[in-house]
């Protein structure tokens, strides 16, 4: 071992041996994103123990891969093995964790962002010597697992847990009012709003024509008369609404201080602007401990704070925080702000915001 004057060689071999465990850890997430995207977590958990055979075969895959995966999963401690007849099985309690039955709990379809992340990292190296970002371009599959992995979120909570956080905002959708989702993504919010509230009118907008012709596809899907979607900057909105929501969206924008004013503009004067972000501390030391916090700023440095660069934006960051984002609503004009939380939502507050 490399000892020095004044090195505290416990704490060195502590650090190293965690260091290995990193490694591991981030392997087993590449494994477990594949187990995703392959089907087999979701073939395994109602099967009993079986052999590598008969794994590929429920997930119609080819055995060779899948006995590979199974090692990497069994020595991980995901799967278990029975040596004496060659079975694997993934315990139930693991399968609460890794299967697409879990819902908003699986953790194997959040995984996928590692690999989509690993796509640009020599953009993200450059950016890290010559300044500026990474454009939206570089990132093909992020519609489609960002629509995913917050879809499931919405699926269970945006109707009954998420509106309701806003005071008199189901009563009044209810009645019929006019509402509007900037950074809508695929639109899935949108959607379900529309389903569950028909008297009110939706209208859905992003800069990614992917995302937006994917939100028209589901509403077309689902038969809605009560939803439009456009391809539009969110600094620059046009019509006047009861209702503004914003999932996910703000710190990720080149413009967000610009898109909070006219958030605040286009709101008619009873409106209520809805704002899900981030739970995380504008003050760095207060995030240390955070059960996401590596997550929180990894994302940020290899998508929120990018992509905002790329476009010549404020790179907000991921972890730009409450006590920024009360500052930034203050400012657009916001007067009345709660900051709201859904239970065992630990990713994100709620801001309730009223002029
Ligand atoms: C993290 S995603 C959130 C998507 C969706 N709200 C959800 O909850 O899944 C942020 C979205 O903001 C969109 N976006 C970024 N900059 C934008 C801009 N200037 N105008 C409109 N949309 C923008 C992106 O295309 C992306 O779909």
Redesign the pocket.
């Known amino acids: 071992m490399t000892t020095g004057p004044g090195l505290d060689a416990v704490r060195q071999e502590r650090f190293a041996g965690r260091m290995v465990q990193v490694l591991n850890d981030a392997c087993i997430g590449y494994l477990c994103s594949l187990g995703h995207r392959t089907g087999l977590f979701d073939a395994m958990a109602p099967l009993p123990p079986s052999t590598s055979t008969r794994i590929a075969k429920a997930a119609d895959l080819d055995e060779r891969y899948v006995r590979e995966w199974l090692g990497g999963l069994t020595v991980a401690g995901v799967v278990e093995y029975r040596p004496e007849d060659g079975t694997y099985r993934l315990p139930p309690e693991h399968a609460a964790s890794l299967t697409r039955a879990a819902g908003p709990e699986n953790m194997a379809s959040l995984l996928q962002d590692l690999a989509l992340l690993g796509t640009v990292e020599d953009e993200v190296l450059d950016a890290f010597r010559r300044g500026g970002g990474v454009s939206?371009s570089s990132y093909p599959r992020f519609?489609e697992l960002?629509?995913e992995e917050?879809g499931r979120v919405y699926d269970v909570a945006l109707v009954d847990a998420i509106v309701p956080l806003a005071d008199g905002l189901t009563e009044r959708l209810r009645a019929g009012i006019d509402a509007l989702d900037?950074?809508?993504?695929q639109g899935h919010?949108v959607n379900l709003l529309a389903q569950a509230f028909p008297a009110s009118t939706f209208r859905g907008?992003?800069?990614?024509e992917k995302?937006i012709a994917a939100a028209r596809d589901e509403a077309e899907r689902l038969g809605l008369d009560n939803v439009r979607f456009d391809v539009?900057?969110?600094?620059e909105l046009t019509g006047s609404y009861d209702l503004i929501t914003a999932?996910?969206?703000i710190h990720?924008?080149?413009r967000p201080a610009r898109t909070l004013e006219a958030v605040a503009a286009a709101l008619r004067d009873d409106g209520v602007f809805l704002m899900g972000d981030i739970s995380a501390s504008s003050n760095l030391e207060e995030n240390i401990g955070h059960p996401l916090g590596p997550a929180l700023y990894t994302f940020s440095v290899f998508y929120c704070m990018t992509v905002s660069l790329g476009e010549g934006g404020a790179g907000l960051g991921t972890v730009w925080g409450r006590q920024r984002a009360l500052q930034m609503l203050g400012d657009a004009g916001f007067g009345d702000i709660s900051v709201e939380q859904v239970e065992g939502d630990i990713l994100n507050v709620y801001y309730v915001a009223r002029k």
Do not use: E
């Open positions: 939206y519609q960002q629509a917050t900037i950074g809508t993504g919010a907008v992003d800069i990614s995302g539009a900057d969110t600094a999932f996910d969206v990720d924008l080149a």
